[in-house]
């Protein structure tokens, strides 16, 4: 089989090898247009920032909503994943299961999240999140 590069109008695309032998396109991001922190200050979060977590038992590559009316399309959703015992608040560990976060996109009343669980079984997960939910 034959393997063509394709390179985008916009940006310059750059070949590398990925780990299943196949191209991959790495193309720049280009910025949201929103104003950065200035020069030599750091950029902070708003008042409104919370952090809270969400549970779930499986295994496999899965999409999982997690419902929250503090978050809206514009909020700033950032997503952890680990392994938990009988109680997710207290025995969280790193087991022999890989476990990804791949993907988080919030919407107006929570977010879609896809993750990995590469393990023959199901597990028990915690999805710990942090908000910015008045970011825009």
């Known amino acids: 089989m034959?393997?063509?590069?394709?390179?985008?109008?916009?940006s310059p695309a750059k070949t590398v090898m990925?780990?299943?032998?196949?191209?991959?396109?790495?193309?720049?991001?280009?910025?949201?247009?929103?104003?950065?922190?200035?020069?030599?200050?750091?950029?902070s979060l708003s008042p409104a920032t919370f952090s809270t977590f969400f549970t779930w038992r499986g295994n496999g590559l899965v999409n999982i909503r997690s419902l929250d009316a503090r978050i809206?399309?514009?909020?700033?959703?950032?997503?952890?994943?680990s392994e938990f015992n009988s109680d997710a608040r207290q025995n969280r560990f790193i087991g022999n299961a890989s476990m990804s976060v791949l993907n988080?996109?919030?919407?107006?009343?929570?977010?879609?999240?896809?993750?990995?669980?590469?393990?023959?079984?199901?597990?028990?997960?915690?999805?710990?999140?942090l908000v910015d939910?008045?970011?825009?």
């Open 2 to 10: 034959e393997t063509k590069s394709v390179t985008l109008e916009e």
């Open 18 to 43: 990925a780990g299943s032998k196949l191209p991959e396109q790495i193309q720049d991001a280009k910025p949201a247009g929103h104003q950065a922190a200035p020069k030599g200050e750091v950029a």
């Open 72 to 81: 809206t399309a514009n909020s700033r959703v950032f997503v952890s994943i």
């Open 104 to 129: 988080v996109s919030p919407f107006n009343g929570g977010f879609w999240t896809r993750i990995s669980v590469n393990f023959g079984q199901a597990l028990n997960v915690r999805l710990d999140v």
């Open 133 to 136: 939910p008045s970011w825009i």
